[in-house]
């Protein structure tokens, strides 16, 4: 069984990021969770050895930018966190969206899989948002924080840009607090179109391999 520590990884970081690094509220550091979702990771596809080379170097850059903005509060440090992030995210759901295509009967694990690459595609959505976010404040939120955008303040905007993209991949609808720009929302759309497409193709392959062992 491959897939679920990846699982479990995602959802501690939906369940518990949201409560951790807001005054008033437990600490915990950032680079944490992604030592988590990096080595669930790893550990999914430790047989493709090109993969994870991949993901072992973009891991260890994202960790240790993400613990240098966190203890220097420099703003590049953070953006090629996030931005890296984004390319570790595409690299292992095209790798997960190869494997479920591929499949040919529907295990357990596979379908652990198939839940864990939904998720994905909602994480690395997030790293892109999260990524434009920082290079420019306004082209996601409509309202632009005052002043120099520094990683205390970018920090606070992560919930809800998780959030958004998480709406826009459910296609339950954003109600955040935030309003958000023309492009935001267009890029909305890319994904939940995305997302339903992902769960249209699962559902027909599922639905396949039912068939085929019936008939078998």
Known sequence: MRYPPLLIALFLVMLVRPFMGRPGQVYAPAGLF????FGTVIYAFRHIRRLIVWVSVLGVIVVTTRVLADYTQIFAFEL??????????VLVMTAMLSEVLRARTASTDLVIG???????????WTFLYYSLYLISPG?????????????????QKFTEVFYFSMAALTTIGSSGEEALTTMARQLAVVESAMGQLYLAVLISRLVGF???????
């Open 139 to 155: 082209s996601i939120f409509a309202t632009s924080p005052p002043g120099v955008l520094t990683t205390a303040i970018a920090e």
């Open 80 to 89: 090629v966190s996030h931005g890296l992030s984004f390319v570790a995210m």
């Open 114 to 124: 198939a839940v864990c690459l939904y998720l994905v595609i909602g994480l690395m």
């Open 34 to 37: 992604l030592v988590l979702i």
């Open 210 to 216: 039912h068939t085929s062992s019936q008939t078998r």
